[in-house]
């Protein structure tokens, strides 16, 4: 039983070191691990040489670690992930191509919000520098994704909320749904100069995990019509996620 338990530990111990690299640094130096992981340098040191053995980390130039080309391979060959970007990257690039704005699809890591696929062009870099991995309460790309998720009635917050905070909770949500995306809130007293919109992309068993997002420029375009086109390019993902899904089945059906 000691022997099982110690191999889980290896394997909890590997999951956290990767994990590090998950949010908006795709570089870690030792020192990062070791205060994110809370482990000692010496067990990052030996667990490092060991996923860069095989591939699933690399080192770069400047002894710093990043994700290995092996764990791409091995999500991208992940049948649910891989048709999620057959059916997205298209669409994606149409959004793109049609506004030129900066078009993505997000899903969660705990309670920030996290990018899986964006197109953008060069001019957009900062945008998604200054994005970042902002908790979900307070990004469109996050509501939407609060809004389809099993407990909506949890909100990311520091603190509990008061019964009326809550209630308005409820309702800023039951607006989400309503709408079909969510978009960045309008009035003078906003003046971030960019705006957001977010529609979800259902599943075949119409769970919400991921979602379709676009970029503008307050006052260039309206947040409204960024979420209708939002929605639309979600619902053109979700049908082919339903098709795709209903093909597979026929497949493995008639094998």
């Known amino acids: 039983m000691s022997e099982i338990n110690g191999k889980r530990g290896v394997l909890a111990r590997a999951f956290d070191i990767l994990g590090c690299f998950t949010g908006g640094e795709p570089e870690r130096s030792v020192a990062d691990i070791c205060a994110v992981t809370e482990l000692p340098p010496a067990t ?64 969660r890591e705990g309670d920030r919000l996290h990018i899986i696929d964006k197109i953008a062009g060069r001019g957009t870099v900062r945008v998604w520098e200054q994005l970042g991995t902002p908790v979900l309460d307070e990004h469109p790309a996050g509501l939407t994704l609060l809004a389809w998720s099993g407990d909506p009635d949890r909100r990311p917050s ?21 709408l079909g995306f969510a978009h960045s809130p309008l009035g003078p007293q906003h003046t ?48 082919g996620l339903r098709n795709g899904a209903a093909n597979t089945h026929l497949t493995r059906t008639h094998a």
């Open 44 to 107: 990052v040191h030996r667990m490092l040489a060991t996923l860069s053995e095989h591939g699933a980390i690399e080192r770069t130039g400047r002894g710093r670690y990043r994700l290995g080309p092996r764990l791409w391979r091995l999500g991208h060959g992940v049948p649910d992930i891989r048709l999620l970007r057959d059916c997205a990257r298209p669409a994606l690039v149409d959004l793109h191509a049609s506004t030129r704005l900066p078009v993505a699809l997000a899903t």
């Open 192 to 239: 971030s100069p960019l705006v957001w919109a977010a529609a979800p992309v259902f599943a075949e068993d119409q769970t919400v995990s991921t979602c379709v997002m676009i970029g503008g420029r307050r006052g260039e375009h309206p947040p409204v019509s960024l979420g209708r086109l939002a929605r639309a390019t979600a619902r053109d993902i979700s049908t």
């Open 158 to 178: 520091s603190r509990p909320l008061r019964s009326d905070e809550q209630f308005a909770w409820r309702q800023q949500l039951a607006e989400v749904r309503r």
